[in-house]
């Protein structure tokens, strides 16, 4: 706990409501709240409030998570004295969720499995893959038309960022809430399932 707090508890509590308040109420599609928004908010301490938040939350499983917002991301000003940060914290689920709360989480099934394969493919290809070559792989389960959408949600809720090239790259919401390596060992695990031949796809656009 910080000296503020010794001094002044009642003062120090709401702080740390008010930094709970910002990190777990989603305005709209994106969760958490940017590093300019907490000092803002909390002060300049903001980050002792937020080590002190992370040991609340530690017996409820859940953890503070600080990510760099890439899609958003502008390279420092030298002339600039006071650059906003890019950077965003928000909360996560320590260990490994549910196929019961997944449901709660406010996806379909299909489109989180939509979702791993979207990542999956993107590791496989070093990082980085052609959009169109990432639809055409959705496209076997969900058909051309749906892959395309459910692209533009990816990119647009941050799982995924589209850079000027019209590759593909991992975005800051999977770094920070998928467990790469875990997501991987489970995908070796699986049987692999060979795409249909392209006549069988034709009726699913």
């Not at 938040?53 to 420092?76: G, T, W």
């Not at 800051?172 to 692999?192: F, H, Q």
């Amino acid at each position: 706990m910080t000296q503020q707090s010794e001094s002044n508890p009642h003062f120090y509590a709401e702080k740390l409501k008010r930094a709970a308040h910002l990190l777990f109420f989603k305005r709209g599609k994106v969760p958490g709240a940017r590093e300019w928004e907490l000092k803002a908010r909390l002060g300049k301490n903001y980050e002792e409030i937020l080590t002190d938040l992370n040991r609340v939350l530690e017996d409820l499983d859940l953890e503070v998570k600080r990510a760099r917002d890439e899609a958003s991301y502008r390279a420092p000003d030298p002339l600039s004295v006071d650059e906003e940060s890019e950077d965003r914290f928000l909360i996560r689920l320590k260990s490994e969720m549910t196929l019961t709360e997944s449901r709660l989480c406010g996806w379909r099934i299909d489109n989180l499995a939509a979702l791993t394969m979207a990542i999956a493919y993107v590791i496989s290809k070093q990082g980085k893959a052609p959009r169109a070559e990432v639809e055409q792989d959705l496209s076997y389960k969900f058909g051309r038309w749906r892959s395309m959408n459910l692209t533009d949600i990816f990119i647009r809720t941050g799982y995924l960022r589209e850079d000027e090239e019209g590759l593909l790259r991992l975005g800051w919401r999977t770094k920070s809430e998928v467990d790469l390596r875990a997501l991987m060992t489970l995908l070796l695990e699986a049987k692999p399932e060979q795409p249909p031949p392209e006549s069988q796809t034709i009726g699913n656009d």
